[in-house]
């Protein structure tokens, strides 16, 4: 009989091991599942919010180009009533001057230069405009 209850305590073992094995099987299966329905949870949430990540990227985007819009405004406009009376100037005479220069015809690019010269509105930069005029009279002079 003393081989009796070795056997017996190893088949209580036995028993207790399957025991946690099985325990330890439900407490898995009950884990996958928790972790299944957190996925599908996740999954529907995602669906639901309909692209969150999208929207926020695109609102980036167009609130950067704004700001760009914003910041070209601010630094690349004329800065002065000097500078833009100068590039009215630039855009309405000079051309006609550079043609009549071209042409060789120096007396109507001193004329254009001496009418912008009297005019009212480029008034504030008579001093270039006067320059402009030295340059033309020294070229034609050279020319004679």
């Not at 088949?11 to 025991?19: A, F, H, M, V």
């Not at 599908?40 to 760009?68: A, V």
């Not at 690019?109 to 001093?127: T, W």
Request: net charge negative.
């Amino acid at each position: 009989m003393e081989s009796n209850p070795p056997q017996q305590k190893y088949k209580q073992e036995l028993e207790t091991l399957l025991r946690e094995r099985i325990e330890f099987q439900l407490a898995f299966q009950k884990l996958t599942n928790d972790h299944l329905q957190l996925e599908k949870d996740y999954e529907t949430l995602r669906i639901q919010k309909g692209g969150f990540g999208f929207k926020i990227l695109w609102l980036s985007g167009f609130m950067g180009f704004l700001s760009g819009l914003v910041l070209c405004y601010l630094f690349f406009r004329p800065s002065s009533k000097h500078e833009e009376v100068f590039s009215n100037f630039q855009l309405s005479t000079q051309f006609h001057v550079e043609y009549a220069i071209g042409q060789g015809d120096f007396v109507k690019a001193e004329e254009l230069l001496k009418i912008s010269s009297e005019s009212k509105d480029y008034s504030i930069i008579e001093p270039e405009i006067e320059m402009m005029r030295k340059i033309v009279g020294a070229a034609k002079r050279k020319c004679e």
